[in-house]
């Protein structure tokens, strides 16, 4: 089958979303956003929307499933499913190329894969009882639930396995989503380590001073909890911790950055499990337009 999906993946920080619009503005698509937190409303500097990156040569490149639930609603990975497959026929019945572009490994690998997905009631009690548990306790109850994971790597995100624990205690019950047929062209944006974590750490250092703190004050002030921004993570779980009084500016400052730090290899860890598993990337070094140009103009076209 002649490819229908352009994905284009990597870590945080790599200049992932202004390639994507540039050569979705170059081949006539529309991107669909593969991050778990930019759905959120209201949460812009903390998630990295960078929604001026949409804006190519004077025209907006249109965009899809970001900015679509209020942060007070949950986002799950079957609605993502549900709303990728339905954006997708969208697109691709306009005669557009889809561009699925973002980092979250398990958003992706779900499409790329056709995970079976089926819907499970968000139990806000049940997470915050299993995200008191540590890793090894997690692993070996969802272990028991779920001897055939989708991914090994379920095992290595605390957050991941307690939603895996979530699905399979509902036991696979649930209305399903019907798939279509894809065929991704796979493209992966890399970056020698060490250039990944200067990016972040100059990049938090920006967010930080264009207002991300006002930004999740706001946030808590319109009835956002705690315990809710600890589910977001990252920049959430850190500067709601200094607004709270619980970290002083610094210590907010070094366990953030050191945390997105190892956020981005563990999403590298996702993308080289794909490889393995037999998804084909074309991996490029760092968001060099002329080659992923090339790269899609040979395979996607020909």
């Known amino acids: 089958m002649r490819y229908n999906l352009i994905t284009i993946l990597g870590p945080t920080a790599v200049g992932k979303t202004f390639l994507g619009a540039s050569l979705a503005y170059r081949f006539g698509g529309e991107i669909i956003s593969a991050d778990s937190r930019q759905v959120y409303k209201g949460m812009d500097l903390g998630t990295g929307k960078d929604l001026k990156d949409y804006t190519i040569n004077g025209r907006n490149v249109?965009?899809?499933?970001?900015?679509?639930?209020?942060?007070?609603?949950?986002f799950n990975l079957y609605l993502f499913g549900r709303s990728f497959y339905e954006t997708f026929i969208d697109i691709s019945s306009r005669s557009k190329i889809p561009f699925l572009v973002g980092g979250t490994?398990?958003?992706?690998?779900?499409?790329?894969?056709?995970?079976?997905l089926k819907m499970v009631e968000f139990n806000e009690q049940r997470y915050s009882e299993l995200n008191q548990l540590d890793m090894e306790e997690l692993r070996e109850i969802l272990k028991g639930l779920s001897p055939s994971l989708h991914n090994t790597t379920d095992l290595l995100i605390k957050e991941r396995i307690i939603r895996g624990i979530m699905v399979a205690d509902k036991n696979g019950q649930g209305e399903s989503i019907e798939k279509l047929e894809i065929n991704p062209l796979v493209l992966g944006v890399k970056l020698e380590r060490e250039q990944i974590k200067k990016r972040i750490t100059v990049r938090l250092?920006?967010?930080?001073?264009?207002?991300?703190?006002?930004?999740?004050?706001?946030?808590?002030?319109?009835?956002?909890?705690?315990?809710?921004?600890?589910?977001?993570?990252?920049?959430?779980?850190?500067?709601?911790?200094?607004?709270?009084?619980?970290?002083?500016?610094n210590d907010m400052f070094q366990k953030l950055n050191s945390s997105i730090h190892g956020f981005a290899k563990r999403q590298m860890t996702w993308f080289r499990k794909m490889e393995k598993e037999g998804i084909e990337i074309h991996w490029i070094e760092g968001p060099d337009y002329n080659s992923a140009e090339q790269i899609i103009s040979e395979y996607y076209f020909s």
Do not use: C, W
């Open 62 to 74: 249109p965009y899809h499933l970001i900015d679509i639930v209020d942060p007070r609603d949950e």
């Open 105 to 116: 490994g398990l958003y992706i690998h779900s499409i790329l894969k056709g995970y079976d």
């Open 205 to 249: 250092k920006q967010r930080l001073a264009g207002g991300m703190i006002d930004e999740v004050k706001r946030l808590m002030e319109e009835g956002i909890t705690i315990e809710r921004m600890e589910i977001f993570g990252l920049e959430y779980k850190y500067v709601s911790k200094f607004i709270s009084g619980e970290l002083n500016y």
